[in-house]
Each structure stands twice: as structure tokens, then as C-alpha cells.
């Protein structure tokens, strides 16, 4: 069972940027897709950008041209790049398959507030 471990969350003023990494402890190579989820307060987890082996990317309309989806799979590591970010963005992310099959990691905190 691969076991995933995000990082790279933080309080960032709106407008401003983080990039997050997802570790996985086994190879993501043989992985089709890839995703990035988010879950705010009082909310269902959301599916925000998923990512093909081919390197083929989707988003959700709330942060089309705003995140980029990526992998490494190499290095068993997928990132997201966030930026203009803006406090409707306020979540726990995690990454897992897209549709989720492996036990979801921590997740790691994105406050974006003033």
C-alpha cells in the first residue's frame, strides 16, 4: 500500500503563491491519474487538478489558470503550483488517485488570509 505524505502549505496573503508536494513511498509510474483534492471547513472534498502519466491536466473551473498539476515519476512526487491565490482557496489538500484508492495522507494546510 503506497502511504502519501503532503507538505509545502502555510498562511500566504491573497494574491500570493505556494507550491505543494504530495511524497509517495512506492512508484507512481504505473499510476494513470493523479489528483489534487481539497477539503474546507463544512465541506465535501473536492477534486481541484488531476494529472495523466501522459502529463495530460484537468482543473476545476474555481482554479483553472491559477494552480498547475505535475508530476515526477522519478521521484514518486506530484506538485501543485498555486498562485493569485485567494481565501476561497482556505483547504486541506491532499493528493491521491483520481478516483481515490489509496488511504489518504494527513493532508496539508493552505490558509490564505490578510
Known amino acids: 500500500q503506497v502511504q502519501l505524505v503532503e507538505s509545502g502549505g502555510g498562511l500566504v496573503q491573497p494574491g500570493g503563491s505556494l507550491r505543494l508536494s504530495c511524497a509517495a513511498s512506492?512508484?507512481?509510474?504505473?499510476?494513470?491519474?493523479m489528483g489534487w483534492y481539497r477539503q474546507a471547513p463544512g465541506k465535501l472534498r473536492e477534486l481541484v487538478a488531476r494529472?495523466?502519466?501522459?502529463?495530460?491536466?484537468d482543473y476545476a473551473d474555481s482554479v483553472k489558470g491559477r494552480f498547475t498539476i505535475s508530476r515526477d515519476n522519478a521521484k514518486n512526487t506530484l506538485y501543485l503550483q498555486m498562485n493569485s491565490l485567494k481565501p476561497e482557496d482556505t483547504a486541506v489538500y491532499y493528493c491521491?488517485?483520481?478516483?481515490?484508492?489509496?488511504?489518504w495522507g494527513q493532508g496539508t494546510q493552505v490558509t490564505v488570509s490578510s
Open positions: 491521491n488517485t483520481d478516483p481515490p484508492y489509496f488511504s
Open positions: 512506492g512508484s507512481i509510474f504505473s499510476i494513470n491519474v
Open positions: 494529472i495523466t502519466r501522459g502529463g495530460s491536466t
